[in-house]
């Protein structure tokens, strides 16, 4: 799981220490269902079960992969629509290649992060390029939904490309840990994800045995997924693993500490920590749309088929 590593962690910025008193406890702990997604690619749920109120501003998470394809194995997703919230794709390995009807797109790979605001519409697809189809590899990563404000949800759509260098690297006050910020600010560490709602997203590697303090605004919600290996989270030191999201209750700060011991194939403890400022609107989720009422999730679709939303561009037409 190399995504961006640093050879020296003692080069970067530390984390602040926190006391032990504004630990937050965990709440819930939930195990995400496998599913399929796309054209076929393996996926883990990673909300299932946690209530949009925890989740607010999220709406949805999948981690794709961990897998190792073999040639012709690799999948994506056909072209289709959006409205109303910004996609996260966070690619940790592997590649992938993103198009859309507003221009935008490129490669995303190994650490490197695409940030669509589907706002008042836009169509796009992803999928493996066709070099990695036909030789496959390892394919990895994350892809999250973040809602917004009722203000926001017809702005015009927009596309962040941020490369794998761009994410602001910081390291825990032990020295054990490598923190990458996606977007948000993290103990005044600034991320180059730009959001329209108020968001944390960092990406850590504990080392065996490492302990994370990480200071985390109050008005926060706080979600910390493991992407792999073992470890414990939270005041109470709540036992935790692969696959598993952690729902976090008051506090300002956040603890994770990584087992002594890993498994083989994931020798660190790697966390997506996530978080935001609740919306507090209500919330319409259907297909690929997310408004705040049916009538708009209709509207939505009688757009679509219309053809308000963009067209596919002329290149990709019958792929």
Not at 95 to 106: A, R, V
Not at 113 to 142: D, K, N, Y
Not at 214 to 230: D, E, K, M, R
């Amino acid at each position: 799981m190399p995504a961006v590593t640093v050879e020296n962690l003692l080069s970067l910025p530390t984390l602040t220490s926190v006391a032990a008193d504004t630990v937050r406890p965990v709440r819930q702990i939930t195990t995400a269902p496998s599913g399929f997604e796309g054209e076929g690619f393996p996926v883990r749920r990673a909300f299932a079960g946690v209530s949009m109120r925890d989740l607010d501003p999220f709406i949805h998470m999948d981690q794709m992969g961990e897998v190792e394809y073999a040639p012709g194995e690799p999948k994506g997703t056909p072209w289709h629509p959006h409205r109303g919230f910004e996609t996260v794709t966070y690619m940790i390995d592997g590649i992938f290649e993103h198009q859309d009807s507003i221009g935008g797109g490129g490669v995303i790979a190994n650490g490197a992060t695409q940030w669509m605001t589907a706002g008042a519409g836009i169509l796009h697809i992803e999928r493996p390029p066709e070099s990695l189809v036909a030789s496959g590899g390892l394919f990895h990563g994350i892809q999250l939904w973040v809602n917004l404000p009722a203000a926001d949800k017809m702005v015009v759509p927009r596309y962040q490309d941020i490369g794998p260098q761009a994410a602001a690297l910081v390291a825990s006050s032990d020295g054990g840990t490598l923190v990458r910020i996606i977007a948000g600010s993290v103990d005044g560490h600034e991320g180059p994800g730009r959001t329209h709602t108020p968001i944390a997203l960092a990406h850590a590697t504990l080392s065996p045995g490492a302990r994370l303090e990480l200071p985390w605004p109050s008005n926060y919600n706080a979600l910390v997924y493991v992407l792999g290996g073992s470890g414990t989270v939270g005041s109470d030191a709540r036992p935790i693993r692969m696959g598993q999201l952690a729902v976090h209750g008051p506090g300002d700060a956040l603890l994770i500490t990584a087992d002594a011991t890993q498994e083989s194939r994931s020798p660190s403890m790697d966390v997506l920590v996530l978080g935001g400022q609740p919306i507090n609107e209500p919330v319409a989720v259907y297909g690929p749309f997310v408004m705040n009422t049916k009538a708009e999730l209709a509207q939505a679709f009688e757009d679509y088929q219309a053809g308000r939303l963009g067209s596919v561009p002329a290149e990709h037409i019958g792929q």
